[in-house]
T-cell receptor, first 115, second 114 residues
């Protein structure tokens, strides 16, 4: 099956710094990728849709200047959390649709802790 | 509005007992339905999915789910639960024109007692 790799799996950063999370489709191409955020004991909430070659589409309430998304190629999307604060600490998961775009393949997730 | 509701936040069952996790959805078009499982600190693993056809779908690890359009439900079942099934379970809905974008329910935490 299709594999999506997310890196790093865990990261701890200081408040005010920026952190980049990578999401790669290993054996297929993805013109679109999705970024979700999950707080402890809560569900996954879609943050944004990453589009290869164009700007990302952000969900309502998500700060696009804080969560920078770049879809550099057909296999790579990155999420950069800029000027991170402790309230940004969360579990971030990416996904990419399969060939028929009817289902999604998820990365392993990234646990971000801002201290 | 499109939404997914999992009425049970936490369920505890005895090992060997049967399990049913409830999922109700609201979706304007033909839904694509999914069940995922998440272990603590881990990503999501797809248990099963429904797109069309037979409304009873079989998944991995002995799970099955039944799509009931009249009830807007897609409940997950397992006849005999194992201790390793303890995890968080998410129901999700998408559609053919959503390009893989999913809406998730709140999740149900399953505990298994010996």
């Amino acid at each position: 099956g299709a594999v999506v790799s997310q890196h790093p799996s865990r990261v701890i950063c200081k408040s005010g710094t920026s952190v980049k999370i990578e999401c790669r489709s290993l054996d297929f191409q993805a013109t679109t990728m999705f970024w979700y955020r999950q707080f402890p004991k809560q569900s996954l909430m879609l943050m944004a849709t990453s589009n290869e070659g164009s700007k990302a589409t952000y969900e309502q309430g998500v700060e696009k200047d804080k969560f920078l998304i770049n879809h550099a190629s057909l296999t790579l999307s990155t999420l950069t959390v800029t000027s991170a604060h402790p309230e940004d600490s969360s579990f971030y998961i990416c996904s990419a649709p399969g060939t028929l775009a009817t289902e999604a393949f998820f990365g392993q997730g990234t646990r971000l802790t801002v201290v | 509005a499109q939404s997914v509701t999992q009425p049970d936040i936490h369920i505890t069952v005895s090992e060997g007992a049967s399990l049913e996790l409830r999922c109700n959805y609201s979706y304007g078009a033909t839904p694509y339905l999914f069940w995922y499982v998440q272990s603590p600190g881990q990503g999501l693993q797809l248990l099963l999915k429904y797109f069309s056809g037979d409304t009873l779908v079989q998944g991995i690890k002995g799970f099955e789910a039944e799509f009931k359009r009249s009830q807007s439900s897609f409940n997950l079942r397992k006849p005999s639960v194992h201790w390793s099934d303890a995890a968080e379970y998410f129901c999700a809905v998408g559609g053919y024109n959503q390009g893989g974008k999913l809406i998730f329910g709140q999740g149900t935490e399953l505990s298994v007692k010996p």
